[in-house]
T-cell receptor, first 116, second 109 residues
Framework: GAGVSQSPRYKVAKRGQDVALRCDPI?????LFWYQQALGQGPEFLTY????????KSGLPSDRFFAERPEGSVSTLKIQRTQQEDSAVYLC??????????????FGQGTRLTVV | DAKTTQPNSMESNEEEPVHLPCNHS???????IHWYRQLPSQGPEYVIH???SNVNNRMASLAIAEDRKSSTLILHRATLRDAAVYYC??????????FGPGTSLSVIP
């Protein structure tokens, strides 16, 4: 497809379970971002990749959150030992440019994670 | 943290123009102003961006104040499909987009 694809669209996890969320960015896009969006809030930045390099992970809320993009295309956000406060929509975005201010980011539809 | 301020919510009648304001009083000279919107159950989508001059595209117009401390997103004829949360964002020299709470726009038929 032409857009950013995320899977699964919905995920229910039991508290303590590990989850992996996948993002397929637009082909050729250099930059990739992960965001967390709680209900009724704006998206919160989690982490940023430029190709395979994770240049910024300042938004990851704890060491239970881990992201990778080993070949500079597909990315996976992993959450270990999920807790109820991890329930949110996780958004992935990609951008064709790197470190330029006139950027446009393309977002996927997100993965809604519910921890029960 | 987001450096822009917007009203929490606005209403518009269908087929009327909508002016969505944003204050970005600490914007630096090289930061772009970006607008995204998020329809229900969707990811955010890019609307428009600008630096100093007013900008027009097929979705909207962006009017930027001369001192660049504020801007207004203009939807020329609101439709029901325009009901969304609209985010005004200062673009940093770094790539990441920092969202605030945005303005929730309701369109009344």
């Amino acid at each position: 497809g032409a857009g950013v694809s995320q899977s699964p669209r919905y995920k229910v996890a039991k508290r303590g379970q590990d989850v992996a969320l996948r993002c397929d960015p637009i082909s050729g896009h250099v930059s990739l971002f992960w965001y967390q969006q709680a209900l009724g809030q704006g998206p919160e930045f989690l982490t940023y990749f430029q190709n395979e390099a994770q240049l910024d992970k300042s938004g990851l809320p704890s060491d239970r959150f881990f992201a990778e993009r080993p070949e500079g295309s597909v990315s996976t956000l992993k959450i270990q030992r999920t807790q109820q406060e991890d329930s949110a929509v996780y958004l992935c975005a990609s951008s064709p440019r790197q470190a330029t201010p006139d950027k446009e980011a393309f977002f996927g539809q997100g993965t809604r994670l519910t921890v029960v | 943290d987001a450096k822009t301020t917007q009203p929490n919510s606005m209403e518009s009648n269908e087929e009327e123009p909508v002016h969505l304001p944003c204050n970005h009083s600490t914007i630096s000279g090289t930061d772009y102003i970006h607008w995204y919107r998020q329809l229900p159950s969707q990811g955010p989508e890019y609307v428009i961006h600008g630096l100093t001059s007013n900008v027009n595209n097929r979705m909207a117009s962006l009017a930027i104040a001369e001192d660049r401390k504020s801007s207004t997103l203009i939807l020329h004829r609101a439709t029901l499909r325009d009901a969304a949360v609209y985010y005004c964002i200062e673009g940093t020299s770094y790539d990441k987009v920092i969202f605030g709470p945005g303005t929730s726009l309701s369109v009344i038929p």
